[in-house]
């Protein structure tokens, strides 16, 4: 009877210390639900965090839009300057005026017919839907409408490149002749000039006002310049960027790019606002305290919101909205940094706007407060009833467990009294198992850490029992004797804190380990404490371990992985990650800077004289020198062989900065090596100099100018150091661009070659084709551009020998394919001062000597000839059977001697002549005599550049033999036959025989 009432006594028990705190955990739970659900405001937090998420959607966005607008569109100063440049250039050569461009439309002209690929560049380089130029000093205040001298081309498809053919632009506006030139469509509303009138003429008129009134008080033209949201151009509309083009000061017209609002729309994806299409974006600029809609983006709200409507914002708290058809509309608006401050449009704030009614903005956030409730209510039932259940369920075997393991004794193995349920039995085989395995391994584990040759030690704290466990060597590892056997904690803790200033944090990733640099025994050893938290039992456990010879190992690695063998500087890896963090994270040290970049320049000439070993010598020596001289904490690294870097930093002023390079130039002037002669040679180095934060703020860019400083130096005055010159590197840069560029499409043979028709003036069917240079995916299009450049580079003799490879290659493969004839003819020009070698002549004759009767070689009259060059020309083309020809007869000085020198074949008559012909009677005259010449002595003769009906009815009715224009055909890679109407042309046109 007692025992009964003992085993009930005991579930009783169990069960109150199971449930009743489980019960309390329940009522704790749900009271604190409550409490921080509805007293602290958890529903409105979601409220705030959706419209947060919503916030930084539309701020990701506007940052995009403003990168876009700011450093892609409008980053157009150095297109203007090229301008500029095209219109001083023009200017020096007495070809226009520009100060009385509206006196002189022939001026106007003039320009845009040589800024037309600038346009064009404008265009691809950013990526815009159009571009624009036009010529006006300024716009008359009283004028209704207003047309200009102009150029606009815009793109049908800006993610599609097609700029090898431009087969994807039209020009909007441009005079006829520019049209003709440049070879591009037309788009179906084409005018000549630039027509301002109605909302776009008041526009430019505010803009040249703020240019007159701003042009004298800024130095920076991006100051001027300015965005036009709502150009209208035809039914569409286009937000457009322009910048002042001026001469001596003087506004003389304006370049500008255009981003139509489809486009826009595109840009802004409305479906990363809500999948559902429920929001939309809108572009809104505020000016004085009104918003005017820009472009808004998605139909769903298109009813009430067009392109210049005002809006009415309103406030609501920290939230802004309006109202659509009864409907709040939420707005998260961000603004756009398009202008700087203190210029004359910083009060005209664009903003990109996401809207999202917000009855559609918190639909999920009110559907999980209606589920959350439902959720407290179900969470707090749920866990009553397993309280219950799991305290019957648990309470038995728990008891019975617990029953046997108070009366079990512990003696060598543990041993716990099985309670015959499966899954707590298996519980205590695994107690057993693992607590006796952790007997034997800490049995195993002390016997060999005896055996190991490092000294190991550890301890144990337990706070809550004021326990203390210290190995009995613990302080001996720290050079102290200690008796451990009565140590308590605190006297622990007060041995340690000796150790403080000699301790700091491993680099390892453990945030519980630290490293003793100590003296002991007058050797410097370091050790390794790494401990356990065991923030539950209130305990700390601890190992000490020996690391000396780990830690030098490691220092002497890092030593060598980030030092210069030969001169003991940091090397240019080490020299990186210095720079990278101080320009980063210790910026502000910085204040005023200099990086110098010096280079050794005799170091060749000591290498070939006394050998490499002094030459090494040289190089320690100068380091050693810029070590000595140089002032204290400058950071000093040797980049490559004979190049060194010196970063000056933490200075109040240039002027301060700039004496300390000064007088550690003039000692490092006076220094000298002696040689194994006894010969005393001066350490001579060349310098370059970047300022910090003048020149750049960027290392890489500081790095990059100080290069460019040094070895300009070097090519001009070796020896001496100079400060870094934006408008030379500038200079540099764009022809060392132009130069590698050329390198780069002759080593890759990035050229093509189009096929121009030249046709019989008798029956209108093709003669012969021409090849025309072209190049493939390359700035450098221009072939006077491409000849001149390799002319500096002493190319001439590579695109000698590619033009006639690629040409002969190309028309091969189209008279294979069966697109030309074989009986045509082919033109190729040859530069008149190069020639090919005699193995390439050959090469040419093995691979195309059946097609070699059909070439003809054209020599350019404007190219000083070589008679050397010219004869063995000659006499290669008599082998092969070949023609001669001389282009552009009658465009220099000495036409009628190099038509006697050469005698030719063909003679081509220069464009300049055959232009306008039908008008002129003197070319007439010219075309007449030179026909009349040719035809005594059997030369053929070729009108180029027809582009009229009335040029080529002129020169067929003057018995010309071949025409070449646009007219019959323009160049193409794959060239088409003449239109029917042309040969009819000419057959009407052509003079009868006296047979006939």
């Known amino acids: 009877m007692e025992s009964k009432i003992r085993v009930k006594w005991q579930k009783g028990t169990m069960l109150k210390r199971i449930f ?31 419209r947060d998420i919503f916030d930084s959607k539309v701020i990701n966005r506007s940052h995009e839009l403003e990168n876009m607008m700011v450093n892609q569109w409008s980053n157009l100063e150095t297109e203007v300057e090229d301008i500029q440049s095209v219109i001083s250039n023009l200017t020096a050569k007495n070809q226009i005026d520009p100060k009385h461009l509206a006196d002189n439309p022939d001026d106007s002209r003039i320009i845009l017919e040589h800024i037309t690929d600038n346009v064009i560049s404008t265009l691809r380089n950013h990526r815009v839907t159009g571009a624009y130029v036009f010529l006006c000093s300024d716009i008359p205040g009283d004028s209704d409408k207003v047309s200009l001298p102009g150029l606009y081309i815009s793109d049908s498809n800006v993610e599609n490149d097609n700029s090898i053919t431009n087969s994807d632009l039209m020009i909007r506006r441009g005079s006829k002749s520019l049209v003709e030139k440049m070879g591009i469509a037309t788009d179906s509303a084409w005018e000549p000039n630039i027509i301002l009138k109605g909302h776009n003429l008041e526009e430019f008129k505010a803009v040249y006002d703020n240019y007159h009134r701003f042009q004298e008080d800024t130095t920076d033209i991006t100051d001027l310049g300015y965005w036009m949201p709502m150009l209208q151009v035809e039914n569409d509309y286009v937000v457009s960027y322009v910048l002042p083009i001026e001469y001596k000061g003087t506004v003389i017209g304006v370049l500008g790019i255009d981003v139509s609002h489809e486009y826009l729309k595109t840009l802004l994806n409305y479906l990363e606002l809500d999948s559902d299409a429920k929001g939309a974006y809108s572009l809104i600029l505020e000016e004085n305290g009104k918003y005017t809609d820009i472009l808004t983006n998605n139909s769903y709200f298109a009813v009430d919101f ?36 203190n210029t004359p449009y910083e009060k005209q704030q664009w903003q990109l706007s996401g809207m999202m009614k917000e009855k559609d903005l918190l639909a999920f956030t009110s559907q999980i407060k209606v ?32 029953d046997s393991v108070r009366k079990m004794t512990f003696k060598d193995k543990i041993s716990i009294e099985r309670t015959k349920i499966i899954e707590i039995d298996q519980l205590i085989d695994a107690i057993e198992k693992t607590g006796n395995n952790a007997i034997d391994a800490v049995a195993r584990f002390t016997k060999i850490i005896r055996l190991a040759n490092t000294q190991l030690e550890g301890f144990e704290l337990d706070y809550e029992k004021k326990q203390l466990y210290v190995t009995d060597d613990f302080f001996s590892a720290f050079g102290l004797k200690v008796d451990v056997s009565q140590l308590s904690i605190e006297e622990f803790e007060r041995l340690m804190r000796q150790f403080k200033d000699r301790c700091r944090p491993s680099n390892s990733k453990s945030a519980n380990e630290y490293i003793f640099n100590l003296n002991k025994n007058g050797k410097s050893i370091y050790l390794r404490l790494r401990y356990i938290d065991d923030e539950v039992n209130h305990k700390y456990y601890g190992l000490v371990e020996e690391v000396s010879e780990l830690i030098k190992e490691r220092q002497l690695i890092e030593y060598e992985r980030d030092h210069d063998v030969l001169t003991g500087l940091v090397n240019r890896r080490a020299y ?6 101080l320009f980063t994270i210790e910026a502000s040290s910085i204040n005023i800077g200099a990086l110098l970049m010096l280079d050794l320049d005799n170091l060749k000439m000591i290498n070939d004289k006394f050998g490499h070993e002094y030459g ?70 060349s310098g370059g100099i970047a300022w910090y934060p003048d020149d750049s703020r960027d290392f890489n860019t500081l790095q990059k100018y100080s290069d460019f400083a040094m070895y300009s130096v070097k090519h001009t005055l070796k020896g001496e150091i100079g400060d870094f010159s934006l408008q030379d590197y500038r200079n540099d840069v764009y022809m060392m661009k132009r130069k590698a560029e050329l390198s780069r499409i002759l080593e890759a043979n990035a050229f093509t070659y189009y096929f121009q028709p030249i046709v019989s003036a008798v029956d209108g069917e093709v003669f012969a084709y021409e090849a025309l240079m072209r190049t493939v995916d390359s700035t450098l299009k221009n072939p006077s551009e491409i000849i001149e450049i390799a002319k500096m580079e002493s190319k001439l ?24 004839s074989k009986d045509l003819k082919l033109f190729v020009n040859s530069i008149a001062n190069q ?24 020599l350019t009259e404007n190219e000083e000839l070589n008679e050397e060059y010219t004869a063995y020309k000659k006499e290669v083309l008599k082998i092969w059977n070949s023609r001669l020809a001389l282009d552009d007869y009658g465009s220099g000085y000495n036409s009628g001697r190099n038509l006697l020198f050469l005698n030719p074949d063909y003679v081509k008559i220069d464009i300049d002549i055959i232009r306008d012909i039908d008008k002129d009677m003197d070319k007439r005259t010219i075309v007449k005599d030179t026909i009349t010449y040719c035809h005594e002595r059997g030369k053929y003769v070729i009108a180029e550049g027809i582009e009229t009906i009335a040029e080529l009815k002129t020169v067929v009715g003057m018995d010309v033999d071949y025409i070449q224009g646009y007219l019959t055909g323009k160049p193409a890679p794959e060239p088409k036959d003449v239109y029917k109407e042309i040969k009819s042309e000419i057959m009407n046109c052509r003079r009868p025989s006296p047979l006939d």
């Open 371 to 402: 589920t959350l409730l439902y959720a407290i209510i179900g969470s707090v039932l749920i866990g009553l009833i397993l309280s219950i259940l799991l305290s019957i369920w648990i309470s038995r075997p728990v008891i019975s467990l617990a």
């Open 835 to 858: 020639r090919l070698s005699e193995g390439e002549v050959r090469s040419i004759e093995e691979q195309y000597g059946a097609f070699l009767p059909n070439l003809v070689l054209e």
């Open 576 to 581: 990186q990650r210095q720079m990278k963090r």
């Open 20 to 50: 009743i705190p489980m019960f309390i955990l329940v009522l704790i739970v749900s009271i604190l639900f409550f409490g921080v659900i509805f007293y602290n405001n958890i529903l409105s937090q979601m409220e705030k965090n959706t």
């Open 616 to 685: 090494d010598l040289y190089i320690q020596k100068a380091a050693d020198m810029f070590r000595r001289l140089s002032p204290e904490g400058t950071i000093i690294s040797r980049i490559s062989g004979d190049e060194f870097n010196l970063f000056l930093y933490g200075y109040d002023s240039r002027t301060e900065l700039r004496e300390k390079i000064d007088r550690f130039w003039r000692e490092l002037s006076k220094s000298s090596i002696t040689m194994p002669n006894q010969q005393e040679i001066h350490i001579l180095v």
């Open 306 to 341: 067009k392109t210049g409507d005002q809006l009415k914002i309103q406030q609501n708290g920290d939230h802004k909205y309006l109202m659509q058809n009864h409907d709040r509309v939420a707005l998260s608006s961000e603004n756009l940094n398009l202008y700087n401050n």
């Open 797 to 820: 003799y590579l695109i000698e020998k590619i033009t006639m490879r690629n040409s002969l290659k190309q028309f091969n493969d189209l008279i294979a394919s069966g697109k030309v």
